[in-house]
Every structure is written in C-alpha cells, then in structure tokens.
C-alpha cells in the first residue's frame, strides 16, 4: 500500500493548524539544550515517548501539517508525492534509537500516533507500545480481538474486512474462532483502542519525564496525553519543527531535526544506535517492569471511578423505569393542557377536582378511592357520596361546588 493511506480515509474539514513555518533552533542552543534532557533521561525512573509522523520524513514517508504535509498540499489542491510503500519504508535513526533506549532500560513506555509499522519493525517490544491510531502491518479479528502480525501491509484502511478468516483456537476447546480479520487503522470517527488508551493515559501520569519527537499533538486524546505527565509533576521535553500546543507546558523545547537530537542524545547517554538488517517483531521486552509505587494507587483509583460512574448510570436507570411516568393531561390556572397528575385548582374558597378519562387522579379528601368502570374509565366521588354519572370516552368531568359539568369533545364547557 501506498504511504498516502489517508486518501482512503473519510472526509473530515477539521483537521487542525496545517502549513505553520517551520523553527531552527542555532547548533549551539540546541548542543545546550541536548545536555539539559540528557540529565533529564538520566535522572528519570519512568520516561513515556510520545511520537508522531515528524520521525518517519526520513524514511521518505510524509506527515500531515508540515510545509509539505498531506493535509496541507490537501487544502492548496495538490497531491502529495509519494515513491515508496509501506512495505519498502526502512525505521530511521530515530527508530533505532529510541530501541536502544528501551534495551537500556531509560524508556519504559511509547505511545505511538503512527500507523507505518516502523517501531514494530524496528524492533521495540510490543507489549512496550500503543499504537493509538492503528499499525498498517497488523488486523485484528472481529469476534475475538486476537491480533496477526503480518509480513507486508494490509490492503485497506478504516478498520474494514481484509478477506482473512481468523484460526485463532477458542476457549475451552470449542474449535477455531473463524471471525472475520480487519485491518487496525482508525477511520476520523472511530474510538480509540481501549486498552492502548488506557495504558497510555497510566504511563503518562506516573512518568518522571514525557518526552514528544515529531508531533504537534493537536490530535486529542492523544495530544493531552504529555500534559498528565506535568500535571503530576513530572518533565515534558518538545523535539519539533513546528510549534506545538503544550509549548507552554514544556520545560525543554528543541526546534531542530529529530534524528540530529537522537543522535547527539545517543552520544551523551554512551549507546550505540544498532544497525538496521530487516523487520524484527520482539513481543515482550527483556527488561522487567519497573513501575513507580503510584502505579497501583493509580489503578485503583481509575477503577473506583469507573465503578462509581456505572453504579450512578445503573442507578440512574433504575430510577426512570421506576418512576411513575404519567401520561394524563390537565388543566393548568391558564386553562392549558399539560402532562401530569390532575391539578386542584382553587376558585375563592371552593376545590376543583378534575378527572380524565383513562387517567390517574389523586384520591379523595376522605381517602376513598375512585370508581372505575368496566372500560377503565375514571371520574370522582362528589361529597354526599352519590354515584356520579360516568362520562363518555374524551370527555370531561368536573365537579364544582357539588354539581356536576359536562364537557363535550370540543373541550367547550356547556
């Protein structure tokens, strides 16, 4: 497939700030810069990377809101120019070395808004990274949410049908699954994976330090993620071109190539950026998990809130199909109808009690119920005790100073 995959995406007119001048910094402010994050890495015992389309240009495939990104040449009427696949696309230096970085055990955690497939294919740990937006080089079966990894990239877009059957075996040994497999790009209007979301929103509130190469971040959710991180206390580090909307969340903002500042950070930490020999899937990373003590304070308090807010939807609920929801029309003091329980209204010193046909009336200042007619219809008792004529369907009776008025259809009282 095509790197413009978001030519079969649906139509969208919102999509953010496109074409904003790119920022250089000077080498020499960015060389000062380069020293202030290194200590940050070194000092961190949770970093979260947060990475968007700004680190694979290098890879010859184009972001979204640059000079020359997909939306922008979108909105002037030009196509963007496009020489490579999915499938030929190589993981940059950048790639490589935020791969090194996990191995050395100064990044615990990606949250990723690429779909290209280049951290997978570089080599970061899968159960190290969300891909919030999808991977072009995973599908994902319907019935059983059980993933595929696949050699080259999938055919469609927008979470649609790929023609594979799942073979993944059931539970409880009740065959093979045979669910229908889909590809995991995101359409404008689908939900974020839960879990990856989940995950990531976790990661980013326990981090000592977030770090974001290559995004603007105007896409939310993801693009609040970074903000949790300084809202608990921790660093947020910036390596873009362009200006991003948590600039002023930052404590460090480097305008400059990304893979430049990989590389000087590499140098600074003493890694090597290992050489890249071909796709390589690593599911699970070989460093333990390290998180903070928070971490499970922190599950239990999201869990306690998601409790608390189905306990009141279920409540909620609960509380509308039991109560009494009436249908029955009265009269108000403006002589209007509206729904709701008969009114008394009150002429001088007299009590007006008025009844409907087929509707729910209050009892009686003696407490003795009404008298139902076979048909269901309703009327009430006057003082003396006597039984009132029963009205006809649609008509009204109302009993005044202990005599009783017939109202014909036409709601006109004669």
Excluded at 315 to 326: A, G, M
Excluded at 353 to 372: G, Y
């Amino acid at each position: 497939m095509s790197v413009n995959y978001a030519a079969g995406l649906s139509f969208c007119d919102n999509k953010g700030k496109c074409g904003l001048p790119e920022i250089f910094d000077s080498r020499e402010e960015v060389e000062r810069k380069l020293d202030v994050v290194c200590g940050f890495i070194r000092e961190s015992n949770h970093t979260v990377i947060h990475c968007g389309a700004g680190i694979s240009t290098a890879a010859g495939i184009p972001d979204f809101r640059g000079p020359k990104g997909v939306w922008t040449l979108e909105k002037q009427g030009i196509a963007p120019e496009t020489s490579i696949s999915f499938n030929e696309a190589v993981p940059t230096l950048t790639h490589r070395s935020l791969v090194a970085l996990e191995s050395a055990g100064l990044t615990q955690f990606l949250v990723n808004q690429n779909i290209d497939g280049l951290h997978l294919r570089a080599g970061f740990p899968r159960n190290r990274v969300a891909d919030l937006h999808g991977n072009i080089f995973i599908e994902q079966c319907d019935t059983c949410n059980t993933e595929v990894i696949l050699e080259s990239a999938v055919c469609t877009v927008g979470q649609k049908v790929t023609g594979n059957p799942c073979e993944a075996n059931r539970r409880c040994d009740r065959g093979i699954c045979r669910g229908r497999m889909r590809d995991s790009i995101l359409d404008w209007e689908a939900n974020l994976p839960e879990k990856a979301l989940i995950a990531s929103e976790r990661h980013s509130k326990v981090a000592e330090l977030s770090i974001c190469l290559g995004t603007t971040l105007q896409i939310v959710p993801a693009g609040n993620l970074p903000i949790f991180t300084t809202k608990s206390g921790g660093k947020l580090v910036v390596v873009n071109l362009q200006p991003t909307r948590v600039d002023k969340h930052a404590d460090v903002i480097i305008n400059y190539w990304v893979d430049y500042v990989m590389s000087g950070l590499m140098a600074r930490l003493g890694l090597v950026v290992p050489e890249y020999t071909g796709p390589k899937t690593v599911l699970r990373s070989k460093i333990p998990d390290r998180l903070p003590a928070r971490w499970k304070q922190l599950c239990l308090t999201e869990n306690e809130k998601r409790r608390k807010k189905t306990t009141n939807i279920n409540r909620k609920r609960k509380s509308e199909d039991n109560s009494c929801v009436s249908n029955s029309v009265g009269l108000n003091a403006m002589g209007d109808s509206s729904k709701g329980f008969p009114k008394t209204l009150k002429f001088g010193e007299q009590h007006t009690e008025i009844s409907l046909c087929k509707k729910q009336t209050p009892l009686l200042k003696d407490n003795k119920p009404p008298i139902l007619s076979d048909d269901n219809k309703q009327t009430t008792l006057p003082e003396d005790n006597k039984q009132p004529i029963l009205p006809d369907c649609n008509k009204q009776t109302i009993i005044l100073d202990n005599k009783q008025t017939n109202l014909q259809d036409d709601n006109k009282q004669t």
